[in-house]
């Protein structure tokens, strides 16, 4: 069954901490990226390997897998966004309907052992691009194309609290 799409504006988390995961932005800078992004890989390896990783704890919400999946590509999505963002002024990027991958890179089936190399790979590569932007460049801009505006500071603080959150949705 698919999981009903969530149109909710997150970049709130920018202003004020998340009451669901107890996640903080304004604790976040990208220098700190690298060390959070690193210190959940092991948790979500775990959770991978749980005998029922690919189970839904209920109709309306993905099961372990599914976000970890749904992880794997936030820290893709997020390196090219950063890449985009220090390359040239003012850079402009997609939104991202984060459902209808889930649907076309079929979440649900996945391998989880391929997911956890995959997710391992790319929080490895998202945590070495944070590392290597200096702090003169943490207020270079970029635009998502429904209006919202990011620094590589608020880029940085909104990925945290995307994958911090889904740790925390998974127990892990």
Known sequence: MP???D???????LQRPCPECGFDSATATPATAPGIVTSMLPRWRAALRR???ADRPGEDTWSVLEYACHVRDVFTLFDHRLSLMLAGDNARFDDWDQDLTA????YANADPAGVSAELTAGGEQIAAAFA???EERWGRKGTRSNGSEFTVLTL???FL???VHHLHD???
């Open 3 to 5: 999981i009903i799409p």
């Open 7 to 13: 149109h909710k504006d997150w970049t709130w988390v």
């Open 51 to 53: 005998p029922d990783v």
């Open 103 to 106: 649907i076309e890179k079929d």
């Open 132 to 134: 290597g932007v200096p």
């Open 156 to 158: 940085a603080q909104y």
């Open 161 to 163: 609290h995307d994958v």
């Open 170 to 172: 998974v127990d892990g």
